[in-house]
């Protein structure tokens, strides 16, 4: 699903409210989420899961192609770790 599929969905299932508000509710959250991963904070959808920011230290990497090494600096990178609740539906949808 991708983010304008995301807004469809929503606001079929909700009449009562416009398009372009749910377009910014949706904008909203993923704004405040992107905006707490950028201060190095954890946000926790109890139920959903959790994003955080995982550092990574410097190494070397090797070029595929010619074989190389390459210095590879340090960086942020984020991080999503599904709850039990997903976890679970994920797994029973499978099942079936």
Do not use: W, Y
Request: glycine letters at 6%.
């Amino acid at each position: 699903m991708i983010k304008s599929e995301l807004i469809a969905q929503l606001t079929e299932e909700n009449p009562h409210l416009f398009q372009r508000d749910i377009e910014r509710i949706v904008a909203t959250v993923f704004d405040e989420i992107s905006a707490t991963l950028e201060k190095g904070d954890r946000v926790e959808l109890r139920g959903f899961g959790a994003f955080s920011v995982r550092h990574r230290d410097p190494r070397i990497g090797r070029n595929p192609k010619s074989g190389e090494s390459v210095k590879v600096a340090a960086k942020s990178v984020p991080f999503f770790k599904a709850g039990k609740a997903l976890r679970q539906k994920v797994d029973a949808s499978r099942s079936s």
